[in-house]
């Protein structure tokens, strides 16, 4: 899994122009994709991950919102790149697939044209093929009946069906990067699992880059190959899935992780992470964000956020320095933590 | 004190809906000059009219007609009859808001009242309301009014008040019926009467209030539309009689092309009072609506 | 579709039939009848009588209402006691030109609110969307028929570029040149409509453009790199005139009932001035037919929204 | 003596050099379209009447005084001994496709009044005095035994045999025989049930006037050329367009010059097209009277004879004559009728010269409030409060003296012109209130003055008459007439009325005498009371070469005036 | 442990109805015939794939829709009568929490307005009795006092559903269904309500029906479970019962299905995934009826029950005679 990144974004940020006024939602974010590998992205409600895809989509709207840093893709830049050069990109380059399948798909038009679009659009696919890559694309996604189901229109099809399409359009013209926001949402646990593993199927047969954005730690364990974890706008911490979920490091993390349902937790009371996030008009980026909500820390871990974030193992990346000395407020230590050894990184 | 903890609940929610409504209004400047204006006129007319005798504008006056504005005292002219136009106008601008003010009211009170019990019951009250409906609704409606009126040998402003509002309610009706539909999807209206309300607890204490800023501004634009109908039956004769002139009688007089050109005074300050009273119920209720969609934002 | 639409006309049926009832209550209880008009001190009241009895205007109500719904099923709409003519033939030319009036109001309504739409939405907020949103709700707000008398006024009259009165040159000849004739005479009664009624097209269009805009299939499209300008025609557009076909039939309804003060104004030879006519002549059967057709016209609007809605909406399919 | 003028030329001429052929753009002033039914005994219309002038034409002449003359498409000539009529059509008369009026045509338009089937109303009971005719009309006879023809059905004369010859049998429209032929040959194999709506009578008619049809936008506009078979002179222009314009319309399209002829126009439009540039305005008095009728009695339809015998304080003669008196009919003729209309003193028109008596003084000739007061007080109709002078109380009752006016709508000014009477009236003390508060249009009107069971519930209306061309106002007036809304009628009426008929009548002197006694009597009882007479104006573009507003065939050259119009240029003229 | 609810034979078909004359043409069959028993103070799982008829069940306990057929006996009482429910103020006892807070609460009441809604028709108090109760009741979900004058729209997600559930146990009921309480909340929120919830009903001896198709959720608050499927229950037991020795092919593909927090392991989880998912696609006839239903409910142990055949039920090694029938001999006592 060595190799360019296929998607290099550095120190993204976007900002939105909100009743005339500039507020930030996404504040310097690093993030790599290679060829191959499925990146998570998670974190709550709002913290901004869909508004980072969007971005490398450069599907803002320009007069609403500004984008700054640098995204690069195979090579393209696309912060400042023209429409022209981004309708290039969009579908050849990277493609995407939306939380909701219902409203993502035109309801007024058959499953075969919205297919078919995406190939029109671009040279690749050349036209005599168009209507036999559409069947093999829908049975590529798993869905038995292509012709059939190339006829219907989306309201015909079941949220599963329809998502597989979704699919099917994201990558019919051969992306590198599949950009899957939230893919699962809506699904049924059973149709999710199919979906995610057609997915990671797809990936792996392409050796194409996954951005996948998700709020679901269990999807994220069983798909990705390294996590992004985002609060509030910045990325707080990433690494590969093992070492984010063996042994996650940001206190927002650690958090995260604990307030999950899980076996252990069966007959007590769940965490609860004390406070609220921040409205987007009170974000002071500059400062680790998280730590407002974790009172019983020092000050000088809060206040001391490097630019850069740390790199405490190879590939693990953190921001800030409060990681060193968070404790839970009850002293509790996750096994994993007891069983590795907490001290080795505290140290 | 039941009473007082409710008056509170209530005057805390209209309260708000005022502030509301007082923000958008600060903001939106022609709004707020659409709503005096309409403040000024209505009550202009309504109070000045109570100073003007019958006679004044019944009695015809051979040798003053036809006077153009200002010529001998008065202010806007006056018309064939030598009637003072200024005065008419008062009085036919009473009479046309006399008209499209109850129609209004009846149209809006008979509106949410069966949108609101047909969709919230739904089933077959509903059904048979809406086959009620889905038949008036074939009738044409203009055309049967002027049929109604010349059967109507005697009328006044009540009667076309009754006949006008026949067939209006329909649309007020579906309009707050299909509000009622989607509101009743909210889970809101579970929980209360999980809490034990009533229907019609629940229809006029929970679900109303909802109803109630689309109410306004729905009232606004029906009362524009409105004087356009009463004027509109007034134009093609089958108005109020001339002892009862409204808006629409003085802009009929436009219909001759020589009036329309020489004595513009007959009916440019008619035409101009429709138009502005129009525009700024439009503005009203846009203003209106927009105070609604703000909440819905907020929400 | 074909059996709904059979299913639908079978609707129809007692929605008319208890229209019928109405119109005709309400025509027995106007006063005067068709022959009053007739009255002259040189023709003689028994003679008046007798055409009276004839017609069989004596009979008892029921029978004349039976005789009245008869005869319509079977195509026969009376005679006109007034204008002498079987109503049908009257009627035929009235609606004719009714109906290339209104057929032309239409188009034009849509030629000029669908530009206006698409420009104040695709640029939402700026100078050119707030002129047309301050225009329609103006233009909306006032009584049309002051609007009618000044444009007769301004154009007919004043500056002399239209004609005034009929619907055709009598010296016009040949197809194209009667074409013509009567296009020229129909531009400003419909103009005048078009003009100050675009408010409903105008908003729904520009709300659903924008909530298009916003939408996810949208979205999808771009990310496929759809270009922007065929986004627009094949997603926004396209889907943004779905609620603007959703009403096409009540358009066509609404510019059919405005008839009749378009027509008084205009002195345009169509439906709405009969109308106006026969109710001041007492001539019952061509009033009511007029009336009947516009009630099947308003339910045939439904139904035409139904099927239009069901043809270009794939969500809507009629079981 | 009461002078009435005709403010108007009724003739006008342009001196400028007449351009060749052209197309006179006629326009005919009315709010509803023409029928176009051109068989006159089928058709109602004035508008169609008026529509149809260019190709229609009478069978004879007349005088402007609408006596019968010779000359014409026929000659009609009397034998009071034999009590017979000959009509002789002239060699030459032929319908518009070529083919000739036989005397057939002429008893055929019998046919159509008589027969039922055709649905006509123009039958009347004054054609009970032509021989066989009602027993034709009551389908006892097959054919009119009164109607024969002495040179066959193809022939050119025709012989009309009456039980009684009339006064009236010289004057046109004295409704005792028709002026019109129609063709029998064209028609005969029409359904007479069907004669109405066919065709050949709406949209194909054969005539015999100078122009006949070329086309025609049924209800808007007709377009007339040369009758190539037409017998008379050679029509000079090429064709005529005549086209219907909305009252409310026709000043401005005057305005923008956009026909020659205005026909039809109402009085109070004509301050407004007076002064427009390009027109002459050509007049003449109107066959017309307006009338204050009292409602004294009720019809009895059963008996077909009014009866006075309403309970009404305007049984008394006083009180009707203040009525009149109070008005200010001249006030009102010259402000809103803009003098088209005048005073009017008997219910003659003055057009008949020599029946109408100017000596009569009338009652609107000018307002005479004293006069009124004093018959009122003469009356017993006391001041509630003489010094107040608020109102009068009817002696009967006791009671304040109130009237209900049953006043008509229709014109712009209808209302106005009410409100100013009742005005006026209040000012010697009779209370009037509209019939329910406001005006009443023509057909509730029509149904509550003709149908005796409608509610009789009012005091006194307006009648307004256009008369026919024949003075008798039997129609009018007499006991058994349906249309004496009044219902007033007495002994010494009925003698008068009868004695304007009668065969002594036969003699023109003897007539005008007994109608100027009817006139006096008139007067003298006020049972109504004439109100106004009407000049018919016509503004014509001065690119007309000469026109001319005459009655009869008077007034041009050729007894026609459409075969002698001319137009001095391409388009009317602006100036 | 005491019975509170008893749902017997409970069938929920809801009609399709069209045409001109609105009539009925066919029929959905939301709940198709379903048995089970909440305990005092226990919590009870309904886990199914959306459109399984799980909120329909619930709206039915607490008197929302009608039951076509069946019975919910409260207290020894049959509440499926609007009148008896009304009778013995049955949603004093029975309250709701919804899963979307926004729109169960009314945007135009005020906090105080929403809570005092249930204690004005239930609980006959004065003003100052009401107001005290209210106050409690924002202490108890943890409020602060000066949010009693807020609007809805003026709280977070996690915060309304407080509200809601301050709501649902104003009259201290004895049962809330709880329908999908936390779906639209984000984990750490999620984690506080579902805290909460177990707090007050350690306080109240609350009983909950807990509807939700996270299992996680579910595993970590109940202690029966019933899997439901096409209408029906595919499977009844405890939580150890379904978790560890799911029984029900449906019930196995579920599990399945839930993603785990394995990274190491979840190759192998796949694997297991797709064999049982394989299986599923197998061995569907075996356990669903002509109709594509599934079978009766039969026994397997006190606590556990299956939708299978006899066969399969022998198979499984126990006991005779559906649930169904045993459900009605007991009714019938
Ligand atoms: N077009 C926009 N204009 C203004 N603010 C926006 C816009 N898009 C997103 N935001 C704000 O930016 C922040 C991040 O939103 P974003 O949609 O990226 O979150 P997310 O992580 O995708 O959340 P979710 O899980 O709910 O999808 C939010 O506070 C949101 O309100
Ligand atoms: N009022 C109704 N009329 C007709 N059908 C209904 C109605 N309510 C529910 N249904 C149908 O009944 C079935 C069960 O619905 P229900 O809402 O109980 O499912 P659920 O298990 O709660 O699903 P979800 O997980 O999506 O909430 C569904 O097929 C639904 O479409
Ligand atoms: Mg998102
Ligand atoms: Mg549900």
New interface residues.
């Given amino acids: 899994m060595i190799g360019k990144n296929l998607l290099d974004a550095k120190r993204v940020g976007v900002d939105f122009r909100i009743n005339g006024e500039w507020l930030t939602a996404l504040y310097n974010v690093d993030l790599s994709v290679k060829p191959g590998e499925v990146l998570a992205l998670v974190g709550e409600s709002g913290s901004g991950k869909s508004t980072f895809a969007m971005a490398v989509m450069a599907l803002h709207n320009p007069n609403q919102s500004r984008v700054t840093g640098s995204i690069m893709l195979d090579g393209h830049q696309i912060v400042g790149a023209t429409e022209a050069e981004m309708e290039e990109l969009r579908g050849v380059k990277v493609g995407m697939i939306f939380q909701d399948p219902l409203s993502a798909l035109n309801p007024l038009m058959k499953i075969s044209d919205q297919i078919q679009e995406s190939m029109s659009v671009h040279t690749i696919v050349p036209k005599e093929q168009w209507h036999d890559h559409t069947l093999e694309l829908l049975k590529e996604v798993g869905i038995a009946k292509p012709e059939l189901v190339a006829n219907q229109f989306p309201h015909e099809l079941s949220g599963g069906m329809r998502q597989r399409v979704m699919i099917a359009i994201a990558i019919a013209n051969e992306p590198d990067l599949l950009i899957a926001d939230e893919p699962t949402t809506a699904l049924d646990v059973t149709i999710q699992s199919q979906i995610l593993d057609l997915i990671k199927d797809i990936q792996a047969k392409k050796n194409i880059g996954v951005l996948l954005i998700t709020h679901d730690l269990g999807v994220v364990a069983e798909m990705a190959d390294s996590v992004a974890v985002m609060y509030a706008g910045q990325i707080v911490e990433r690494g590969t899935a093992k070492q984010i979920f063996e042994n996650p490091l940001h206190p927002y993390t650690r958090s995260l992780l604990r307030a999950n349902p899980s076996l252990d937790t069966i007959d007590d009371k769940l965490y609860v992470i004390p406070g609220t996030v921040p409205a987007l008009s009170e974000m002071d980026h500059a400062r680790d964000l998280f730590l407002e909500r974790v009172p019983w820390m020092q000050t000088e871990a809060k206040t001391e956020v490097p630019d850069a974030p740390m790199e405490p193992e190879s590939g693990h990346f953190v921001r800030g320095k409060a990681w060193e000395t968070f404790k839970f407020q009850d002293g509790y230590v996750e096994k994993t933590r007891q069983k590795n050894g907490e001290a080795k990184l505290n140290d | ?2 009473n007082i ?1 409710k008056k509170q ?1 209530a005057s ?2 209209s309260h ?1 809906f005022m502030k509301a409504a007082v923000r958008e209004f600060k903001r939106d400047k022609v709004a707020m000059v659409s709503f005096f204006f309409i403040i000024i006129v209505i009550l202009g007319v309504f109070i000045g009219s109570l100073f003007i005798p019958k006679d004044a504008f ?3 006056d ?1 040798m003053d ?1 036809n006077l153009a504005p200002l010529q001998h005292g008065h202010l806007l002219g006056t018309d ?2 030598g009637r003072d136009e200024f005065l008419l106008l008062v009085i036919a601008a009473r009479n046309s808001l006399s008209i499209s003010i109850p129609v209004t009211v009846v149209i809006m009170a008979v509106g949410i009242f069966l949108g609101l019990m047909s969709a919230y019951y739904g089933g077959f009250f509903d ?1 048979i309301w809406m086959r009620i409906t ?2 008036l ?8 009014l ?3 009126l ?2 109507i ?2 009328y006044n402003i009540w009667t076309l008040v009754w006949v006008i509002s026949l067939f209006s309610w329909i649309s007020s009706m579906r309009f707050f019926r299909a509000l009622t539909f989607a509101e009743r ?4 209206v ?8 009533s229907s019609l607890s629940i229809m006029w204490t ?1 679900i109303f ?2 109803l ?1 800023s689309q109410f306004y501004a729905q009232t606004a634009l029906a009362f ?1 539309a409105n ?2 109908l009463e ?2 039956i007034s ?2 004769g089958y108005g109020l ?3 009862t002139p409204s808006l629409g009688t003085l ?1 009929n007089k ?5 009036v ?3 004595s513009p005074w007959m009916w440019l300050p008619a ?1 101009l009072l ?2 502005a009273l ?2 700024s ?3 009203i209720g ?1 203003a209106l609506r927009r105070v609604a969609d703000q ?1 819905q934002s ?2 | 579709m074909w059996k709904l639409i059979l299913r639908r006309f079978l609707i129809m049926i007692p929605q008319l039939l208890l229209m019928t009832v109405l119109l005709f209550a309400l025509a027995k209880m106007m006063p005067g009848d068709p022959f009053t008009g007739r009255f002259s001190a040189h023709t003689d009241i028994h003679t008046l009588l007798r055409l009276k009895r004839e017609a069989g205007l004596d009979d008892p109500w029921p029978t004349q209402y039976f005789r009245w719904i008869g005869n319509i099923l079977h195509g026969n709409f009376g005679n006109s006691y007034v204008l002498q003519k079987p109503v049908a033939t009257l009627l035929g030319q009235r609606i004719q030109n009714t109906v290339w009036l209104g057929l032309l109001t239409i188009i034009l309504i849509y030629s000029i609110g669908i530009p206006t739409a698409v420009a104040a939405a695709t640029h939402e907020g700026s100078f050119r969307d707030r002129f047309w949103t301050t225009y329609n709700s103006i233009t909306g707000g006032i009584p049309a028929f002051v609007m009618y008398i000044f444009m007769l006024f301004l154009f007919g009259f004043t500056l002399n570029w239209f004609p005034t009165t009929g619907s055709v040159n009598i010296d016009a000849n040949g197809f194209w040149s009667i074409l013509g004739s009567r296009l020229y005479h129909m531009i400003l009664p419909a103009l005048s409509v078009a003009l100050f009624s675009t408010v409903s097209l105008f908003n729904t269009l520009r709300t659903s453009l924008l909530d298009a805009r916003s939408s996810d299939y949208v979205r999808t499209a771009k990310a496929k790199g759809v270009p922007n300008r065929q986004v627009f025609w094949r997603h926004i557009f396209r889907n943004s005139m779905l609620p603007v076909a959703s009403t096409i039939g009540f358009d066509i309804v609404g510019v059919f009932s405005g008839a009749v003060i378009l027509e008084t104004v205009f002195g345009y030879p169509g439906m709405g001035q009969l109308f106006v006519q026969s109710i001041t002549t007492r001539d019952y059967t061509t009033m009511n037919a007029i009336m009947l057709f516009s009630g099947t016209l308003t339910l045939l609007g439904s139904m035409l929204n139904d099927i239009i809605m069901s043809w270009v909406d794939p969500r809507i399919r009629i079981k | 003596a009461t002078k009435i003028k005709n403010p108007f030329p009724v003739t006008v001429k342009s001196s400028k050099k007449a351009i060749k052929g052209g197309t006179l753009q006629f326009a005919e002033v009315s709010d509803t379209p023409f029928v176009g039914q051109w068989v006159s005994s089928l058709s109602t219309e004035q508008t169609d009447a008026d529509v149809e002038q260019p190709a229609n034409e009478s069978l004879f002449w007349t005088n402007s005084q609408f006596k019968f003359k010779n000359g014409g498409p026929a000659n009609i000539s009397f034998d009071d001994k034999a009590k017979t009529a000959t009509i002789t059509l002239r060699k030459n008369l032929k319908w518009s496709d070529g083919s000739q009026v036989t005397a057939k045509d002429v008893e055929y338009e019998y046919e159509i009044v008589a027969n039922s089937a055709y649905g006509s109303s123009r039958w009347t009971d004054s054609f009970d005095d032509i021989v066989g005719l009602q027993a034709y009309h009551e389908g006892k006879a097959k054919t009119i035994s009164g109607i024969t023809y002495p040179d066959g059905e193809n022939g050119k004369v025709l012989k009309i045999q009456f039980k009684e010859m009339k006064p009236g049998f010289t004057q046109s429209g004295n409704g005792y025989f028709l002026e019109t032929a129609e063709p029998y040959n064209y028609l005969k194999n029409v359904d007479p049930k069907k004669l109405v709506s066919d065709a050949k009578t709406t949209t194909k008619p054969l005539t015999t006037g100078p122009f006949r049809v070329k086309k025609i936008v049924p209800g808007e506009s007709i377009s007339y050329e040369r009758n190539p078979y037409y017998w008379g002179a050679k029509p000079k222009l090429n064709g005529v367009n005549v086209t219907i314009v909305s009252t409310a319309k026709a000043v401005a399209s005057m305005k923008s010059h956009q026909y020659d002829i205005y026909n039809g126009l109402g009085n109070d439009q004509y301050k407004q097209a007076k002064n427009v540039k390009g027109y002459t305005v050509t007049g003449n008095q109107a066959l017309y009277f307006q009338a204050l009728y009292f409602n004294l009695g009720h019809y009895d339809a059963k008996k077909s004879v009014n009866v006075t015998d309403r309970k009404t304080p305007l049984q008394k003669v006083d009180l009707r004559k203040a009525m009149g008196y109070a008005r200010n009919v001249a006030q009102v003729s010259k402000k809103y009728d803009n003098g088209l209309t005048v005073p009017a003193n008997t219910t003659v028109p003055p057009v008949f010269k020599s029946f109408w008596d100017s000596s009569v003084p009338g009652y609107s000739a000018t307002q005479n409030l004293k006069k009124a007061n004093s018959l009122l007080t003469k009356g017993g109709f006391k001041w509630h409060n003489s010094k107040k002078q608020d109102y009068r109380i009817d002696p009967s009752t006791g009671k304040k003296l109130t009237l209900i006016y049953l006043a008509r709508s229709g014109a712009t000014n209808s209302e106005i012109v009410a409100q100013n009477y009742i005005q006026q009236w209040k000012k010697v003390g009779i209370t009037v209130k509209l019939y329910k508060g406001k005006l009443t249009d023509f057909n509730s009107w029509v149904s509550m003055t003709t149908d005796p069971t409608a509610d009789q519930n009012w005091d006194f209306t307006d009648g307004a008459w256009s008369t026919s061309s024949e003075p008798s106002q039997t129609d009018l007036f007499s006991a058994s007439a349906p249309f004496n809304f009044g219902h007033y009628t007495s002994k010494k009426l009925t003698a008068l009325l009868n004695a304007t008929n009668s065969q002594k009548s036969l003699k023109t002197s003897y007539r005008i005498k007994q109608f100027k006694k009817y006139q006096k009597y008139v007067y003298d009882t006020a049972f109504v009371i004439p109100t106004k007479y009407e000049i018919n104006w016509t503004p014509t573009n001065k690119r007309i070469k000469s026109y001319t507003s005459a009655y009869g065939n008077a007034g041009t050259t050729t007894g026609n005036w459409w075969t002698t119009a001319q137009l001095v240029s391409k388009k009317p003229l602006t100036k | 442990m005491t019975e509170l609810l008893r749902i017997t034979d409970l069938k929920v078909h809801y009609p399709i109805r069209t045409g001109f004359w609105n009539r009925i043409s066919d029929y959905v069959y939301a709940v198709d015939g379903v048995n089970f028993s909440i305990n005092e103070g226990e919590t009870y799982g309904l886990v199914g794939e959306s459109g399984s008829g799980k909120t329909t069940i619930g709206s039915v306990i607490v008197g929302l829709e009608k039951a076509t057929t069946g019975q919910v006996v409260y207290k020894g009482q049959d509440v499926t009568k609007a009148s008896t429910r009304r009778k013995m103020n049955y949603n004093r006892d029975v309250q709701m929490i919804f899963q979307d807070s926004m729109s169960s609460l009314n945007p135009r009441k005020t906090v105080y307005q929403i809570i005092a809604e249930p204690l004005r028709n239930f609980e006959h108090l004065d003003n100052n009795a009401r107001d005290k109760r209210i106050k409690q009741l924002l202490d108890i979900v943890g409020l602060p006092q000066r949010t009693l004058y807020q609007y809805p729209f003026q709280f977070s997600g996690g915060q309304r559903q407080r509200i809601g559930i301050a709501r649902a146990v104003a009259t201290n009921p004895k049962l809330i269904v709880a329908d999908e309480p936390v779906s639209a909340l984000d984990l750490s929120v999620q984690a506080q309500v579902l805290n909460f919830m177990k707090d007050i009903q350690k306080e109240f001896n609350i009983s909950y029906l807990f509807i939700s198709h996270d299992l996680g959720v579910v595993r970590h608050m109940t202690n029966n479970i019933a899997i439901m499927h096409l209408g029906r229950f595919v499977e009844i037991g405890t939580r150890d019962d379904v978790f560890e020795d799911a029984q029900h092919i449906y019930t196995k593909r579920l599990l399945a299905a839930i993603p785990e927090m394995d990274v190491e392991n979840r190759d192998k989880n796949k694997a297991h995934r797709l064999a049982i998912e394989q299986q599923y696609q197998e061995h569907h006839a075996d356990y669903y009826d002509a109709n594509g239903r599934p079978y009766p409910m039969r026994k397997l142990t006190d606590t556990h029950s299956v939708a299978m055949t006899k066969e399969q039920a022998q198979a499984a090694g126990v006991a005779s005679g559906t649930a169904e029938e045993e459900a009605l001999a007991k009714g019938g006592k």
């Fill in positions: 004190m039941e903890q609940a805390s929610h708000s019944t009695n015809v051979i007609t064939d009859g059904w889905d038949y609704s074939i009738i044409p409606t203009l055309m049967i002027l049929t109604i010349t059967i040998n005697n999807e909210n889970d809101y579970k929980a209360s009467k999980l809490s034990g309300s929970q209030p909802n109630s524009a004087i356009g004027t509109g134009y093609l009689p001339y002892t802009v436009a219909t001759d092309p020589e329309m050109t020489q035409s429709i138009l129009s525009v119920l439009i503005f846009q909440r907020l929400a």
